[in-house]
Nanobody, 121 residues
């Protein structure tokens, strides 16, 4: 079994910063990529940023230049540093990972439970 545990959400004023963490644990052979998605009330879940095990990154246009994603392969942990936060960044942020539990198994998609980020104006 695999678990993704997120931490670091909270309430911050506009212009402030937060750092989200997500640690994967359990039976893990390899992690192909990890990422962060977010879902605001009444909206669809959207990709915020992703990073591969070779450190290739991808960002949503809305966060490019403000957010930085990184992954510690040794700790199976992904981080999202969020700077210059805006009220429109308010959402539940979900961690996502493509994980292969055994060498002979396919890569499966896993989700964390979500962490609330609220940015006040």
């Amino acid at each position: 079994q695999v678990q993704l545990v997120e931490s670091g959400g909270g309430l911050v004023q506009a212009g402030g910063s937060l750092r989200l963490s997500c640690a994967a644990s359990g039976t893990i052979f390899s992690i192909n990529a990890m990422g962060w998605y977010r879902q605001a009330p009444g909206k669809q879940r959207e990709l915020v940023a992703s990073v591969t095990s070779s450190s290739s990154t991808n960002y949503a246009v809305a966060v490019k230049g403000r957010f930085t994603i990184s992954m510690d392969n040794a700790k199976n942990t992904v981080y999202l540093q969020m700077n210059s936060l805006k009220p429109e960044d308010t959402a539940v942020y979900y961690c996502n990972a493509g994980i292969r539990r055994r060498s002979f198994l396919r890569t499966d998609n896993y989700w964390g439970q979500g962490t609330q980020v609220t940015v006040s104006s």
